[in-house]
């Protein structure tokens, strides 16, 4: 059976800039063919000719998919389901699907959506992202501009009543794999650091918080999760049970979002990446876990790379996620170099030199 395609549902409220983080994952998508989902609703479903517009070769019109029926997790039957079938029937499948939600719908439903038996062999839920407005977040407010979620509020004829920005927040957070705080630039860097942690207490354990400027995350930090979170339902449970009581809104990014219409190359220093190298090891499983220590004490978001086993002519493949590591034997070294090598990926002002020789311990 072929591999499941991953999928990458990205939540988050009005104006936090999922549109301008989903741009720039596609003009920079390093040859991933990247389809996309995306949840229109009337006339201020501005965001499908944004990305239309992105020209990437990565991500044709053909590969963006709108929902015109509506918040996603009210039409899983009539909207969702076709469409992903759709998708996933054609002759040049995507190596990604990357699904935007709209502004205040419950991540639960749909990420509940993918064990319909119609997907269920065909495609897994890589990670749930939830972005947040740093800035408004920090003040309390959830989103800069509540004047325009009560608009879109009152335009959605089936909201059976008000629920608070609150309950709403507490549901995308407990849903979520990785939260971005983002326009973490407006912030500054005590400010940030505290509502990094604030969410990372809310937050189940092993969810990761980064900040970000301008949705400007690498694609190998916001890809490639793998965590399968249509298997772990009963760890993301919504914290209110208000399946109707949500927002059809789809206009994302705010015409006042910061600069949202512009790509900005210098927000890429906040991640840095660099090659561990070292000699072989003797035990798989405690280099494993050696690894994951070494994650844990200096918030590495990824590492990857393979690894030279003595007395053993297969590299072993690594691959962490957070504190999550896997590894299996992939292939022979053949003609290349026995020898280990690992990347290491993380916010700026990783301790570079400590990595190392924890890693090469």
């Not at 741009?23 to 229109?40: D, P, Q, T, V």
């Amino acid at each position: 059976m072929p591999a499941k395609i991953p999928a990458t549902v990205v939540t988050g409220f009005l104006g936090a800039g999922k549109t301008t983080l989903i741009r720039h994952m596609l003009a920079n998508a390093n040859g991933k063919r990247i389809a996309l989902i995306i949840n229109e609703f009337g006339d201020l479903g501005v965001d499908g000719d944004i990305l239309k517009g992105c020209g990437d070769e990565t991500c044709t019109e053909d590969d963006i998919m709108e929902l015109s029926n509506g918040c996603i997790c009210c039409t899983v039957a009539d909207d969702f389901i076709p469409t992903m079938q759709k998708l996933l029937d054609r002759e040049n499948v995507p190596d990604h699907i990357v699904i935007e939600t709209s502004g205040l719908a419950l991540p639960q439903p749909l990420v509940r959506a993918f064990n319909w038996p119609e997907i269920s062999t065909r495609v897994t839920v890589d990670g749930v992202v939830t972005v947040v407005d740093g800035k408004a977040v920090s003040e309390g407010l959830f989103a800069h501009n509540v004047a325009a979620v009560d608009a879109q509020r009152k335009l959605d004829e089936n909201l059976d009543h008000e629920t608070p920005l609150s309950e709403l927040f507490e549901d995308q957070i407990a849903c979520a794999d990785m939260i971005i705080v983002n326009k973490a630039d407006l912030l500054g860097d005590t400010a940030a650091d505290a509502l990094v942690a604030k969410l990372k207490g809310e937050a189940r354990d092993g969810v990761q918080v980064v900040r970000a400027s301008h949705g400007a995350l690498p694609i190998d930090v916001l890809l490639g999760q793998g965590i399968g979170a249509e298997d772990d339902l009963a760890n993301r449970h919504e914290v209110h049970h208000h399946h109707h009581d949500h927002d059809d809104d789809h206009h994302d990014d705010d015409p006042k979002d910061d600069d949202h219409h512009h790509h900005h190359d210098h927000d890429h220093d906040a991640f840095e990446s660099f090659i561990v190298s070292r000699d072989e090891v003797a035990d798989p499983k405690a280099y494993a876990a050696q690894i994951s220590d070494v994650i844990k004490a200096h918030g590495i978001l990824r590492l990857k790379g393979f690894v030279a086993v003595t007395g053993k002519p297969m590299r072993l493949t690594v691959q962490a996620v957070g504190p999550r590591v896997d590894h299996y034997f992939d292939q022979p070294f053949g003609a290349a170099p026995r020898e280990t090598r690992l990347v290491v990926i993380g916010q700026a002002g990783l301790d570079r030199a400590a990595i190392e020789a924890a890693l090469c311990a």
